[in-house]
């Protein structure tokens, strides 16, 4: 059994999704960029950004400025580290261009201050924005996906948009420029999203001082490479902590910046008092611990599938993550589809989420005979929850099904990427002064296989009863603290 870690985290991918490898193989992606755009910041950033995503799925990815050829070097290093192997390709070779300025291309992306613009008719705006060209990174790769699959995604929205991540709003003109920031913040969980928010403030050329906090008790596994952007498969063979991966990154870009690495689980952490906490792990108790120790504000960030939810909190003023997520209706929407994949009913797949009951052996017998784990040996998974097995079909990606074939799981690293940027933007809203006025109201939501609207601010009411943030305990704690 060969398993190649872009497709079918789990099962033979070999068996069931070897078109889709070959049509993987068989995809160029040219990233063109007019000359006169290639002065700009923006521009350098969001296309290098998105040729690094783009390259975690795609073998053939590259940019191309009048000419000259810069190929991602991603597929080279993985098939000598022996992750992935080369594949003889039987069909023609087809071609999709993203362009930035005026050039021929299949779908355009524009970018300004703090706005992405996307079109599939003309050339949108293109400026300096270093907000804007960490965002189109992704924009840039989740817009080539979408193109590519364009006839089996059947949810995916094709039409024009901008949309401005200052004020959630469309007009991109409305700018507000940062020089340096200066952060107090914690990290929390530092997977496909935490790493995404880190490459997004590493690669910024601004003044970063103050103090971050990394929490994460993981190691670098082989499958990251190919969810996470920018990991090395060097990392992932010897298994690296996430948390020195990443102070290394940081420490190597922003050397005013204390990075402070913490190898540990939530739980062990709560001696920090930081003015931020940002929280992306994979589950929602280490969320929840996170919030609990009472930063002035939160900023949550999640993913499923290739949907993104990032809210902004404060004690006293937003509702909480117990308000906003405490029916898990990101588990709740799932089950119907975990029932179909795992061939249990939607009322054992509803208890064992919310029991929170291990798996037996019975239990990963059944589910390994489902068609979509392909006779995967699932022994590793006796004892844990089936949360902990759904967490890889669910994180980071998506269902392709290619005519005539069996839908496949791919990795789509652009969906955490961004995530981990809106995570970085609300950050900066909360650290810049000026900018607080700015940050999101609770929360918003956004389907990458969909297109930016501008309803997508979330308002809803906190929950009267929460026994969270309308606890005076709490309450007081947090303004004794944050008191300025
Ligand atoms: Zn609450």
């Given at each position: 059994m060969n398993i190649d870690p872009r497709v079918g985290l789990i099962g033979d991918a070999e068996a069931t999704g070897s078109s889709l490898l070959e049509s993987l193989a068989t995809t160029?992606?040219?990233?063109?960029?007019?000359?006169?755009?290639?002065?700009?910041?923006?521009?350098?950033?969001?296309?290098?950004?998105?040729?690094?995503?783009?390259?975690?799925?795609?073998?053939?990815?590259?940019?191309?400025?009048?000419?000259?050829?810069?190929?991602?070097?991603?597929?080279?290093e993985n098939l000598r580290a022996g992750m992935i192997r080369e594949r003889a390709v039987r069909v023609p070779v087809r071609t999709l261009i993203v362009g930035i300025g005026e050039v021929d291309?299949?779908?355009?992306?524009?970018?300004?201050?703090?706005?992405?613009?996307?079109?599939?008719?003309?050339?949108?705006?293109?400026?300096?924005?270093?907000?804007?060209?960490?965002?189109?990174?992704?924009?840039?790769?989740?817009?080539?996906?979408?193109?590519?699959?364009?006839?089996?995604?059947?949810?995916?929205?094709?039409?024009?948009?901008?949309?401005?991540?200052?004020?959630?709003?469309?007009?991109?003109?409305?700018?507000?420029?940062i020089k340096d920031l200066v952060l107090d913040t914690i990290l929390i969980g530092c997977g496909s999203i935490g790493f995404g928010f880190i490459d997004a403030l590493r690669s910024l050329p601004l003044v970063v001082h103050?103090?971050?906090?990394?929490?994460?008790?993981?190691?670098?596994?082989?499958?990251?490479?190919?969810?996470?952007?920018?990991?090395?498969?060097?990392?992932?063979?010897?298994?690296?902590?996430?948390?020195?991966?990443?102070?290394?990154?940081l420490v190597s870009a922003h050397t005013d910046l204390a990075v402070e690495r913490r190898p540990y689980v939530v739980k062990d952490v709560t001696d920090?008092?930081?003015?931020?906490?940002?929280?992306?792990?994979?589950?929602?108790?280490?969320?929840?611990?996170?919030?609990?120790?009472?930063?002035?504000?939160?900023?949550?960030?999640?993913?499923?599938?290739?949907?993104?939810?990032?809210?902004?909190?404060?004690?006293?003023?937003?509702?909480?993550i117990y308000c906003y997520y405490n029916d898990s209706p990101g588990d709740s929407i799932k089950?119907?589809?975990?029932?179909?994949?795992?061939?249990?009913?939607?009322?054992?797949?509803?208890?064992?989420?919310?029991?929170?009951?291990?798996?037996?052996?019975?239990?990963?017998?059944?589910?390994?005979?489902?068609?979509?784990?392909?006779?995967?040996d699932l022994s590793e998974f006796v004892g844990q929850p089936l949360r902990s097995l759904m967490q890889r079909p669910f994180y980071s990606q998506t269902q392709i099904a290619l005519p005539g074939e069996k839908p496949v799981p791919v990795s789509t690293a652009f969906v955490s990427a961004f995530a981990g940027a809106l995570a970085l933007v609300e950050t900066i809203k909360l650290a810049v002064p000026e900018l607080e006025p700015y940050r999101l109201a609770q929360?918003?939501?956004?389907?990458?296989?969909?297109?930016?609207?501008?309803?997508?601010?979330?308002?809803?009411?906190r929950r009267p009863s929460c026994a969270i943030c309308t606890s005076r305990v709490r309450l007081e704690v947090h303004a004794e603290r944050w008191a300025s």
């Open positions: 160029k992606i040219v990233i063109r960029i007019a000359r006169k755009c290639e002065v700009f910041g923006s521009v350098r950033l969001a296309a290098s950004r998105a040729l690094d995503l783009l390259a975690r799925l795609f073998d053939n990815v590259s940019i191309e400025i009048e000419g000259d050829t810069i190929a991602s070097w991603v597929k080279q291309a299949d779908v355009h992306v524009g970018m300004t201050g703090w706005s992405v613009l996307v079109s599939r008719a003309g050339a949108p705006m293109v400026g300096e924005g270093l907000i804007a060209g960490c965002l189109a990174g992704p924009i840039i790769a989740a817009e080539a996906f979408k193109s590519v699959f364009r006839e089996t995604l059947r949810t995916a929205v094709f039409k024009n948009y901008s949309f401005n991540a200052l004020n959630y709003a469309t007009d991109p003109t409305i700018d507000a420029p103050g103090s971050l906090t990394l929490v994460d008790n993981g190691a670098i596994e082989k499958k990251n490479v190919f969810k996470y952007s920018h990991v090395l498969s060097a990392d992932a063979i010897s298994g690296r902590d996430k948390v020195d991966v990443l102070a290394g990154w920090i008092i930081a003015a931020t906490a940002v929280i992306a792990p994979d589950n929602l108790s280490a969320r929840r611990e996170g919030q609990e120790m009472l930063s002035k504000d939160v900023v949550n960030a999640a993913i499923a599938g290739t949907n993104v939810d990032i809210a902004s909190l404060r004690f006293g003023k937003t509702g909480c089950y119907p589809s975990i029932a179909a994949l795992t061939g249990k009913s939607i009322d054992w797949v509803e208890r064992a989420y919310i029991d929170n009951r291990p798996l037996t052996r019975e239990d990963t017998t059944a589910i390994s005979r489902e068609a979509y784990f392909a006779g995967a929360r918003m939501g956004w389907d990458l296989m969909g297109t930016f609207k501008s309803s997508f601010v979330l308002e809803e009411p």
